[in-house]
Structures are given as C-alpha cells and as structure tokens.
C-alpha cells in the first residue's frame, strides 16, 4: 500500500475524514493487528463511534499527534499491553492512556497468542532477526533442518498436549497479570476454530471478546455484537494438522496447505522458500534454535 493509501485507508487517523461524532460513546482500540478486527467486531453492535487506526508496530514519530488527537477524542480507549518507550516512542499502554481526556476510560484487552493447535509455529524476535518470506512465522522443525538437526516430523501427542496447556496457562496468566479481560476460557471452548495462526484468533474468540468489552462499556444495556459475515483476520491460515486435532480430541476439517492474502500455497512451497532463507541468514537459525530448540528437543529432535 502506497502512503497515500495508507493514509486514506486511516482517514480519520490522519485527519483526512472527520472523527466520528454521534453522541454515541466515541472508542479507539489502540494495539497489534487484533485490534482492528476487535474494533470492526465491536462496530457490528452499532451502538459506539470508533475510529480505525494504523497497528501499534506501524507507528512512527510523525504519527504521534494524530495519535495525541484520537486520544483526545476517545471516550473509551480499549488497549493491549504494550510496554513503555515501544520502539523509543511514548507508546506503552499506560503512556497512552495518560493522554486521554480526563474522563476517558480504558478497557485493557488482553493479547491473543496461542500455540495449541500449532506447536511447530513459532515467533523469533530479536534485533538480529528478520521474519522469513511468504508468512512471518518459523517451523521449529525447518529451523532445525537448516542447523543440521534431525527427528520425527509429526509432534508427538503428548507434546501437543503438554503445549496446548502450557500456551493457555501463560495467557490465563498475563490476563491476571495485565488486568485485562478474559478470552482464555473463550479459547479453550472454541476448539479448532480458536485461532488461524499462533496470533490471529478467529471470530469465536474476536466476537466474544467484543461483546465482553462492549458490556463493560455499557452494562446492562442488552447490546450485542453480530458476526460480520466474513473472517476479521484472514490474511494467514495456517495448515491445521491431522494428528493435532486427534491429540487434543477436537472436532474440525485440517488444512494441508496455507491460505495467504487469499492465495493457497502448499507447505512444500513455504518450506522451500523458508530454508533458502535461512541459508542467506543463518543467524537466524541460530537465534531461533538458541530460543526454541528447547521445543525441538523435547520433539525428539537432535542435533
């Protein structure tokens, strides 16, 4: 998207399209890629005025008084957790919220990040470290082939077991910890359809959770959120395995293959193109296996 799009597509952010102003309570869902689809989920209701705005990690210094002027808008500011001076700028939660009116609320959401139904997915972050070509997710195991490891390429059921429960558990906890709302019980009961990826959760839990935030806006109101009609964040699937789904004894059709921007890609033709990746860089094998060869071994991987 050309910047002048980009700006367009974030019209009232930018200034380019007046800010919403219904007399209905006026939100700003300020966060990761899950707050714009939260934002479009809470929309569905019909009954608050909201503003779309970029991604917390697209954000750059020029952005900040756009930022500052939402904020000043804002009636509700429905917020995940994000840590003071993000990328050297006063972008934390609590920096945020400190620059909304005095009489705006924050409703803190929490971030969706679990690894059940797809143990072999992981993140790698670090300053040395960019993300792979095609989808911005590692395979343990390819990670591993590229270091010269070796071992079974179908996990292990107990370890997806053991995966699944520890993955919820750390959520259970940083919503204790952050004081935000729950999705850690929608995710346990919406099964297969909990997540596209480790970090895209599906509507069952994006619905559920707008529903959660729009009664702590208005309690007792009787309001409601509806499905939209399509898949809030669809730009990645993941290839859902067989053997997972028996393993955690879940309901719901695997994947075989990815769906990327609306284009299906084999895992072959991901892999292909994440080991030529890793051949370019291998420090990327090295800080990935340094931070999640853990995971591999107790796959039964060795190198």
Same mark, same amino acid.
């Given at each position: 998207?050309?910047?002048?799009?980009?700006?367009?597509?974030?019209?009232?952010?930018?200034?380019?399209?007046?800010?919403?102003?219904?007399?209905?309570p006026?939100?700003?869902?300020?966060?990761?890629?899950?707050?714009?689809?939260?934002?479009?989920?809470?929309?569905?209701?019909?009954?608050?005025?909201?503003?779309?705005?970029?991604?917390?990690?697209?954000?750059?210094e020029?952005?900040?008084?756009?930022?500052?002027?939402?904020?000043?808008?804002?009636?509700?500011?429905?917020?995940?957790?994000?840590?003071?001076?993000?990328?050297?700028m006063?972008?934390?939660?609590?920096?945020?919220?400190?620059?909304?009116?005095?009489?705006?609320?924050?409703?803190?959401?929490?971030?969706?990040?679990?690894?059940?139904?797809?143990p072999?997915?992981?993140?790698?972050?670090?300053?040395?470290?960019?993300?792979?070509?095609?989808?911005?997710?590692?395979?343990?195991?390819?990670?591993?082939?590229?270091?010269?490891?070796?071992?079974?390429w179908?996990?292990?059921?107990?370890?997806?077991?053991?995966?699944?429960?520890?993955?919820?558990?750390?959520?259970?906890?940083?919503?204790?910890?952050?004081?935000?709302?729950r999705?850690?019980?929608?995710?346990?009961?919406?099964?297969?359809?909990?997540?596209?990826?480790?970090?895209?959760?599906?509507n069952?839990?994006?619905?559920?959770? #707008?529903?959660?935030?729009?009664?702590?806006?208005?309690p007792?109101?009787?309001?409601?959120?509806?499905?939209?009609?399509?898949?809030?964040?669809?730009?990645? #699937?993941?290839?859902?395995?067989?053997?997972?789904?028996?393993?955690?004894?879940?309901?719901?059709?695997?994947?075989?293959?990815?769906?990327?921007?609306?284009?299906?890609?084999?895992?072959?033709?991901?892999?292909?193109?994440?080991?030529?990746?890793?051949?370019?860089?291998?420090?990327?094998?090295e800080?990935?296996?340094?931070?999640?060869?853990?995971?591999?071994?107790?796959?039964?991987w060795?190198?």
């Amino acid at each position: 998207m050309s910047d002048d799009g980009r700006r367009r597509h974030y019209g009232g952010f930018y200034g380019l399209d007046d800010l919403p102003g219904t007399g209905r309570p006026r939100l700003a869902v300020f966060g990761n890629c899950q707050a714009e689809a939260l934002r479009v989920a809470l929309d569905t209701a019909g009954v608050v005025d909201s503003v779309r705005m970029p991604p917390v990690h697209e954000l750059e210094e020029p952005d900040l008084p756009h930022l500052d002027r939402v904020l000043a808008w804002v009636d509700v500011l429905v917020a995940q957790a994000v840590g003071d001076d993000y990328r050297g700028m006063p972008l934390g939660t609590s920096q945020v919220a400190a620059r909304t009116g005095s009489q705006a609320r924050l409703v803190r959401a929490p971030n969706y990040f679990f690894t059940g139904l797809y143990p072999e997915q992981v993140l790698v972050r670090h300053p040395d470290v960019e993300d792979p070509p095609v989808v911005p997710y590692h395979d343990v195991r390819r990670l591993g082939l590229a270091a010269g490891w070796s071992g079974p390429w179908e996990p292990p059921a107990p370890l997806v077991r053991e995966v699944a429960d520890a993955s919820l558990a750390e959520l259970e906890r940083r919503e204790r910890d952050q004081g935000s709302l729950r999705i850690s019980d929608v995710v346990r009961a919406a099964g297969a359809d909990a997540g596209w990826t480790v970090d895209h959760p599906g509507n069952t839990v994006l619905l559920t959770l #707008a529903q959660r935030v729009l009664d702590e806006v208005r309690p007792g109101s009787g309001d409601a959120v509806h499905d939209p009609g399509r898949t809030l964040l669809a730009s990645v #699937a993941t290839p859902l395995r067989p053997g997972v789904l028996e393993a955690l004894d879940l309901p719901g059709e695997p994947r075989e293959g990815w769906l990327v921007d609306g284009r299906r890609l084999g895992d072959e033709e991901v892999g292909e193109a994440h080991l030529e990746f890793y051949a370019r860089n291998p420090r990327v094998v090295e800080v990935g296996l340094d931070k999640k060869g853990d995971l591999l071994r107790r796959w039964g991987w060795r190198g």
